[in-house]
């Protein structure tokens, strides 16, 4: 009568011991206890970081047993996006998820931002990259890159250009052809992706540097035509489009990578549950899959990529602006 009692008391006190080990490990994962994590997406809502954002959150939130909420806090080339995260507590609550445009393209091209990409950040994770494409509205008399380098010299500064805000990889896309080019455009900033997207469409601006993942719908809808994309080989997201390096201008280019940082000064366990949860998210296939889908090349890369990738492009790129004499706000 007392076996099966004593095999029951011996399976309970099994059972509690497993138990009471998965209390540290669940309780580790927590990088912000009792509150959600706010993931700043320096663009309005659906513009391609956005859309980046959203499935990130979603599979950090699962990782982590916890909501991750996206938080839109657009202006200024993602600079008060940037700033905002800049100056949150080092507590693993804010995280920012945005590309070089934020790191190495405004430092480069504006003397005074609230914040510097060296010492005010911690790298949580790169996703990987999304080249960005020439697009057209189909009215332009123009479907190659020699065309629209032959109607932009024949009537100089009548074309213009659209990209997601002042200092963006999009922005600095347009000038870097212009240079190479040696064509007249004006740039149009729009506040994101989407509302430059919307006025492509809508015919308010002929032409726009976007990245794949805002592109690949509307060409597939035939509402704008691709150009080119910027990467110095053709994107296996874009097939049959070309490169602008190989269309005449080699050495042109101009890709984006999207990475993920927190605050600079996280404690080590807050570091370690948020970069294990951002690995094991980019290894789940089906968010692999989506991010994939929306036109990313996901290149997952550790906490330290951001910090080298930022010192590798950084001073390049500073040395272009005043190769190039672009101004520096």
């Given amino acids: 009568m007392n076996t099966p009692r004593r095999h029951f008391h011996r399976h309970a006190a099994a059972l509690a011991m497993l138990a009471c080990a998965a209390l540290p490990f669940a309780a580790s994962a927590q990088a912000c206890p009792g509150k959600p994590i706010t993931l700043v997406v320096p663009y309005p809502p659906g513009g391609a970081t956005d859309v980046l954002g959203r499935i990130l959150a979603k599979a950090m939130g699962t990782q982590l047993g916890q909501q991750v909420l996206v938080d839109n806090r657009a ?19 804010t995280l920012l998820i945005s590309s070089n445009t934020t790191f190495t393209i405004n430092p480069a091209l504006k003397s005074k931002l609230p914040y510097d990409p060296l010492t005010s950040f911690e790298g949580i994770g790169v996703i990987g990259t999304s080249p960005l494409v020439l697009l057209a509205h189909p009215s332009v008399p123009a479907s190659n890159v020699k065309e629209l380098v032959a109607l932009a010299k024949a009537k100089p500064g ?13 922005h600095f896309a347009g000038e870097l052809l212009k240079v190479m080019a040696g064509i007249d455009m004006v740039h149009v900033p729009y506040k994101g992706s989407a509302p430059a997207m919307q006025d492509l469409i809508g015919g308010q601006v002929p032409l726009t540097f976007d990245t794949n993942v805002a592109a690949i719908p509307q060409v597939q809808a035939g509402k704008v ?47 370690t549950a948020l970069t294990k949860a951002f690995a094991a998210s980019l290894a789940d296939a089906d968010t692999r899959a989506q991010l994939t889908a929306k036109g990313v090349d996901v290149k997952p890369e550790g906490p330290a990529a951001y910090i080298q990738r930022v010192e590798a492009e950084l001073p390049k790129l500073r040395a272009y602006v005043h190769k190039a004499g672009l101004p520096v706000q």
């Fill in 75 to 93: 202006g200024a080339g993602t600079a008060i996006g940037a700033g905002q995260v800049a100056q949150a507590a080092p507590d693993g609550c």
């Fill in 158 to 170: 009548s074309l213009s250009f659209g990209s997601f805000g002042n200092g963006t990889t999009a």
């Fill in 225 to 271: 035509k691709a150009i080119a994309v910027t990467s110095l080989k053709p994107s296996p997201t874009m097939p049959g489009v070309p490169s602008i390096a190989e269309a005449g201008y080699p050495g042109y280019e101009m890709v984006p990578w999207i990475t993920v940082v927190a605050p600079r000064g996280l404690p080590a366990p807050v570091r």
